[in-house]
C-alpha cells in the first residue's frame, strides 16, 4: 500500500498542572473531570506509542509504520535509535511546570549515553502575567545555582532569566539549557524523541507516588551555559497571492515554520520530505493516490516522503505549523544549525507555496 497522510490519536497525560484549555483553543476530546496537561500527538517512544486514528492505516503504530515503509515515511531524514525523528505535544500549564534540564550533548568532554533533547515552544495562548524562565540570569554561575539547590532551593526561580511569554512566539531551548515554562501558557511543543528530564526545582509540589521526583545532581551536571540565552526565534517571511510562510526556528534537529493560507485554494503538495502540520486553525483535506483524508483544527497531520499525487484543498482559513528535518547539506552550509542555535543566515522559508508559483483559488 501507498504511504497515506497520518492523523494520530492523541496521548492525554493528567497533570497536577494541567486545565482544559486544549479543549477551548483546539478542540481536544479531553476526559472528563481530569487536568489535562499533555497531549502526545505524534510519539513513537518504548513507553509511548502513537496509533493511527482513521484511514487506511487505522489502529497501527507510528513505530510499525517507521519499520514498515521505511523511506516512504522518513525519506532521508535519520532516525534516532531507529525511531521516528520527532515528539510532538500541546501543553497546558495553569501552574508553573517544573525547572529542568535535559541532557547536554557533552559532559566533561566525552560523549553522554543519554540523547540529547532540543525542544521548542511556540505559545498559543499566554495570560498578561506569564512567563517563560530560559538560561541564568545575569551575572549568575552555575557554582551560584549549585549553592542554591543545597542550601536555599526557593532561590532557584530568581537565578534565572525570566521572559514575558507572548502568544505567537517561539522559544528554542537546546539540550543542556535550564527552563521552565510559567504558569497562564498554552503551546505546541516539538522536540527530539526523548523522555528523559532532569527536574532540578518544582515549586515545593507535593508530586504523586509514581513520579520520580527531583533529579538535583543530575540536572546541575546537565546545565550548559554555552546557549546565548536571548536568542530565540529568527524570523523570515515569503508571502504569495494566498498565503504567507514565515520561518521561525532552525536547530540541528528539526526546522519550524508557520504558513497561513486562505480558504478555498487547491494545490499540488510537492514535498519529497518527511513533513508535520500541528493544525492551529481551519480544515482542509488531502487528496492523494489511493484515498484522501480531512483535517481540522487541533490535528497533527505526518505527510510521509512517499506521499504520491497529493493534493491540498482548503476549506477555511488555514494556519498551521510546518516541521521538517535538515537534511545533512543543510547544516554543513549553516555551521550555527550543527552547533545547535537557531541560524542567523538559515535558508528562506519553504512552506508548501513558493512565492513565484501560481496558485488556483476554487470558484
Given at each position: 500500500m501507498h504511504p497515506c497522510p497520518l492523523i494520530l490519536t492523541p496521548i492525554f497525560k493528567d497533570k497536577i498542572w494541567g486545565g482544559r484549555h486544549l479543549y477551548t483553543?483546539?478542540?481536544k476530546a479531553l476526559p472528563e473531570k481530569v487536568p489535562i496537561g499533555e497531549s502526545w500527538e505524534c510519539a513513537d517512544l518504548p513507553n509511548a506509542?502513537?496509533?493511527?486514528?482513521?484511514?487506511?492505516?487505522?489502529?497501527?503504530?507510528?513505530?510499525e509504520l517507521v519499520r514498515e515503509w521505511g523511506a516512504g515515511l522518513t525519506g532521508k531524514a535519520p532516525l534516532v535509535d531507529g525511531r521516528f525523528p520527532l515528539l510532538i505535544k500541546f501543553l497546558d500549564a495553569t501552574q508553573n511546570l517544573s525547572i529542568q534540564v535535559h541532557p547536554r550533548p557533552e559532559i566533561d568532554g566525552n560523549q553522554s549515553h543519554l540523547p540529547v533533547k532540543h525542544e521548542a515552544w511556540h505559545i498559543l495562548h499566554a495570560t498578561p502575567d506569564a512567563l517563560i524562565f530560559?538560561?541564568?540570569?545575569?551575572?549568575?554561575?552555575?557554582?551560584?545555582?549549585?549553592?542554591?539547590?543545597?542550601?536555599?532551593?526557593?532561590?532557584?526561580?530568581?537565578?534565572?532569566?525570566?521572559?514575558?511569554?507572548?502568544t505567537g512566539?517561539?522559544?528554542?531551548?537546546?539540550?543542556?539549557?535550564?527552563?521552565?515554562?510559567?504558569?497562564?501558557?498554552v503551546a505546541a511543543e516539538i522536540q527530539t524523541p526523548s523522555d528523559i528530564t532532569f527536574r532540578l526545582y518544582d515549586w515545593g509540589r507535593a508530586r504523586p507516588d509514581s513520579d520520580?521526583?527531583?533529579?538535583?545532581?543530575?540536572?546541575?551536571?546537565?546545565?550548559?551555559?554555552?546557549?546565548?540565552?536571548?536568542?530565540?526565534?529568527?524570523?523570515?517571511?515569503?508571502?504569495?497571492?494566498?498565503?504567507?510562510?514565515?520561518?521561525?526556528?532552525?536547530?540541528?534537529?528539526?526546522?519550524?515554520?508557520?504558513?497561513?493560507?486562505?480558504?478555498?485554494?487547491?494545490?499540488?503538495?510537492?514535498?519529497?520530505?518527511?513533513?508535520?502540520w500541528l493544525v492551529l486553525e481551519g480544515a482542509g483535506e488531502i487528496?492523494?493516490?489511493?484515498?484522501?483524508?480531512?483535517?481540522?483544527?487541533?490535528?497533527?497531520?505526518?505527510?510521509?516522503?512517499?506521499?504520491?499525487?497529493?493534493?491540498?484543498?482548503t476549506t477555511a482559513d488555514c494556519v498551521w505549523l510546518e516541521v521538517t528535518i535538515p537534511m545533512p547539506s543543510d547544516l554543513a552550509q549553516f555551521p550555527r544549525l550543527?552547533?545547535?542555535?537557531?541560524?542567523?543566515?538559515?535558508?528562506?522559508?519553504?512552506?508548501?507555496i513558493p512565492l513565484n508559483i501560481a496558485i488556483k483559488k476554487d470558484v
Open positions: 483553543l483546539l478542540d506509542q502513537s496509533v493511527v486514528s482513521r484511514g487506511p492505516q487505522k489502529s497501527r503504530t507510528l513505530g530560559r538560561g541564568l540570569a545575569p551575572g549568575v554561575s552555575p557554582d551560584d545555582l549549585r549553592r542554591a539547590a543545597r542550601e536555599s532551593p526557593d532561590r532557584i526561580p530568581s537565578l534565572l532569566r525570566a521572559y514575558k511569554a507572548r512566539q517561539t522559544y528554542y531551548i537546546p539540550s543542556g539549557t535550564i527552563h521552565a515554562m510559567g504558569a497562564g501558557v520520580a521526583g527531583l533529579h538535583v545532581d543530575a540536572a546541575l551536571d546537565a546545565i550548559q551555559t554555552s546557549v546565548d540565552p536571548t536568542e530565540f526565534e529568527r524570523r523570515s517571511h515569503v508571502a504569495g497571492i494566498f498565503t504567507t510562510v514565515t520561518r521561525l526556528i532552525d536547530s540541528p534537529s528539526f526546522r519550524i515554520e508557520k504558513v497561513r493560507m486562505t480558504a478555498d485554494v487547491t494545490h499540488d503538495i510537492p514535498y519529497a520530505e518527511l513533513v508535520c487528496e492523494y493516490r489511493g484515498g484522501s483524508e480531512h483535517f481540522r483544527k487541533g490535528d497533527v497531520v505526518i505527510l510521509p516522503a512517499g506521499l504520491e499525487a497529493a493534493k491540498l484543498k550543527a552547533a545547535g542555535r537557531p541560524g542567523h543566515d538559515a535558508p528562506a522559508p519553504h512552506g508548501l
